[in-house]
C-alpha cells in the first residue's frame, strides 16, 4: 500500500488479509504523515471496532480512489476526520465502513517493531492530532526557508 494507492485491489487485499490473519503488514509512501510515518516505512496494521478509536490513532482508509494512511483528528456519528500531519488541510470526512484498521506499529528493515500503542506513543498521537495544523504549519515554514532536507529531496506521491 502507498499513502495513496491508484489501484482499487490493493483495499480489497488488505481488508481480506485483516480478515484472516487479525492483522497485515502494508508500506507507506510520500510525506503526510512525516515524522511519524516515513517515506517507504511498514506498518503493521490490525482491525478495530469504532468505540476503540481515539483521537491520535493513525486510520488506513479507502476514499474511493485509493488508500490512504492518515492520523485521526475527530470522530463523531460513524464518522471519520483525519488529516496527514504534514498536510495544511484536513480529508473529507470519512464514513466508519471506509475505515480499514488501525496502525499499532512500525516495522524496520530488520523486522523489529517500534509500537504506537504504547501509553507514551499514545499520549504524542493526542498531542499531534490537537496540534496537528500548527505542525504542518511548522513543516512548511522550514520548507520555505530552506530548512527541510528531507522535502527537498523529492519525497512525492505516487500516483
Known sequence: ???????????????????????????????????????GERVLVSPIAYDELVVGDVIVFHDGQGLLCHRLIRKANHRLYMKGDTNLWADPPVVWSQALGRVTSTVDHDLRLRRLDTPRQQRRAVLLAHASYLVAFYFHFLHFIGRCRWWQHGIEWKE
Open 1 to 39: 500500500m502507498t499513502n495513496r494507492t491508484t489501484v482499487p485491489e490493493t483495499a480489497q487485499a488488505v481488508v481480506e488479509a485483516l480478515r484472516r490473519h487479525g492483522r497485515t503488514v502494508v508500506s507507506v509512501q510520500g510525506r503526510s504523515m512525516y515524522p511519524a510515518l516515513r517515506n
